[in-house]
């Protein structure tokens, strides 16, 4: 397995424990990351709502470099990034002329996409090329007793058209598979598939924050000990802004978030330091206690 890595900016900066945990796993479970190291921002959903032709090229400057390599697939660990870089790749296969007019802009470059690249996220490739059995095979340190809620994050999920949700309707239900896969119990609960509050952070904090609250203290109430996301944005706003969102609900919550390399790695033996457990805002105390990780 074989991929063109790119990491997405904030898995470097923002969450600068899930680059190295996202790459320790890869390796461990078989999957060759080719670093896209001179890759751009895909703009995040947010470019391309001020100027859409920029976003375009520069996601297809991502995929010409893919192209270059000799490599038909990107492989990303942020739910965010695979949207976009879904979205813009949809695009332009779907129109010719227009994918000719991006090209004229990669010029410059040298560059040329010629709309052969496909894009997954960690959490597709781990299901549909590595295999659930195969993962569990590989568990040596399984999750049992733990009850792990999932948190997807939208643009994993939508728009589904641009998503291979045809092909793959279950992708919906991939995080609960690899948490079993895992040994531990998936939670059911109506947040999972709901926006974070990322998005509207910036311009309505205190709906943001309500948000917040609200999917991380009905995963508490449902027996949670974890949510665990493939989405690093979500992670952000789940982590960072859980302590005032608490303040704001007037109740505690303390629901550490895990990023999914970082809860894969766990049951694959890994320790507390190369998963970056410590690096969290919600301390994961009580998960590595459970999880008997050392």
């Known amino acids: 397995m074989r991929y063109a890595f790119w990491p997405g900016c904030v898995s470097k900066a923002g969450?600068?424990?899930?680059?190295p945990a996202a790459t320790a796993v890869a390796n461990k479970i078989g999957m060759d990351l080719v670093e896209l190291d001179q890759a751009n921002c895909t703009g995040a959903g947010v470019l391309g709502e001020r100027n859409e032709e920029l976003v375009d090229t520069l996601n297809a400057r991502n995929f010409a470099?893919?192209?270059q390599m000799g490599l038909d697939t990107i492989l990303t660990i942020c739910s965010t990034c695979q949207g976009v870089m879904s979205s813009v790749n949809y695009k332009l296969r779907e129109k010719p002329e227009y994918l000719a007019k991006i090209n004229e802009n990669l010029k410059e470059?040298?560059?040329e996409y010629k709309g052969t690249v496909r894009v997954t996220h960690m959490m597709w490739a781990v299901v549909e090329e590595l295999g659930l059995d195969k993962l569990s095979e590989m568990v040596v340190n399984p999750l049992t007793?733990?009850?792990i809620a999932p948190f997807y994050g939208c643009y994993i999920l939508r728009p589904r058209y641009v998503l291979g949700m045809d092909e793959h309707p279950d992708r919906t239900q991939y995080?609960?598979?690899?948490i079993a896969a895992l040994g531990a119990e998936p939670i059911d609960y109506e947040g999972k598939l709901r926006?974070?509050?990322?998005?509207?952070m910036t311009i309505n904090q205190d709906n943001g924050l309500k948000m917040v609250a609200n999917h991380t203290l009905e995963a508490k109430d449902k027996?949670?000990?974890a949510l665990v996301t493939p989405c690093p944005l979500c992670h952000l706003n789940l982590d960072e802004f859980q302590p005032r969102a608490a303040s704001k609900a007037g109740e505690s919550i303390d629901m550490p978030v895990l990023h999914l390399p970082q809860l894969i790695g766990s049951a694959l033996g890994f320790n507390v330091k190369e998963m970056g457990l410590k690096r969290h805002i919600i301390s994961t105390d009580n998960f590595v206690e459970i999880a008997g990780i050392s």
């Open 145 to 147: 007793g733990l009850r």
């Open 223 to 225: 027996g949670a000990h």
């Open 175 to 178: 995080l609960e598979k690899i």
């Open 109 to 111: 470059e040298g560059l």
């Open 195 to 200: 926006c974070c509050g990322f998005p509207i």
């Open 15 to 19: 969450t600068p424990e899930l680059f």
């Open 65 to 67: 470099m893919a192209e």
